[in-house]
């Protein structure tokens, strides 16, 4: 009988159930921020939040934010830290500017409506994927994940 697998030690595999683990979780987080942020935003704010604006500001920050998290983990080695770094850096905080400002030229109604909501869920979701991606890099089987930090940080 093979040991039960742990998620806290299946969230630091580099394996494909580990990166759709920490996928999954992802969205989970930033599902549960878009809620929150919209019955936030219609108890605070005077503009109640649509069903419709809310997807919209899920799938703004959402699809980003998962795409830097997967950037953050491929290609594999050493050779390609710095190419891994800059693909998640932008898809982390380029991609969401670039569809709020085509939102923005396109449909301004919409955007004034959830701008609220778009800071918050962004905010949430960018700690949340880098906290993952990080967390990734904890331990692994012979210190491989940390030689690659030590060695872009020297």
């Known amino acids: 009988m093979s040991p039960p697998i742990q998620t806290k030690s299946l969230l630091r595999q580099d394996d494909l159930p580990g990166m759709l683990l920490r996928a999954l979780l992802l969205t989970a987080i930033i599902g549960?921020?878009?809620?929150?942020?919209?019955?936030?935003?219609?108890?605070?704010?005077?503009?109640?939040?649509?069903?419709?604006n809310a997807l919209v500001v899920f799938l703004t920050i959402w699809f980003p934010m998962i795409l830097g998290l997967l950037a953050s983990?491929?290609?594999?080695?050493?050779?390609?830290?710095?190419?891994?770094?800059?693909?998640?850096?932008?898809?982390?905080?380029?991609?969401?500017?670039?569809v709020i400002l085509l939102l923005r030229y396109s449909i301004p109604d919409l955007v004034d409506q959830v701008v609220f909501m778009i800071v918050f869920v962004y905010a949430v979701g960018f700690?949340?994927?880098v906290l993952l991606s990080v967390f990734r890099l904890g331990r692994s089987p012979g210190?491989?994940?940390?030689?690659?930090?030590?060695?872009?940080?020297h």
């Open 32 to 52: 549960l921020t878009t809620f929150l942020a919209a019955v936030l935003q219609s108890a605070v704010i005077d503009t109640p939040a649509t069903p419709i």
């Open 73 to 98: 983990e491929l290609p594999r080695g050493e050779e390609f830290i710095f190419i891994r770094m800059g693909g998640a850096t932008f898809c982390r905080t380029g991609m969401p500017l670039l």
């Open 127 to 129: 700690i949340a994927s």
């Open 143 to 153: 210190g491989q994940n940390l030689s690659e930090v030590q060695s872009a940080i």
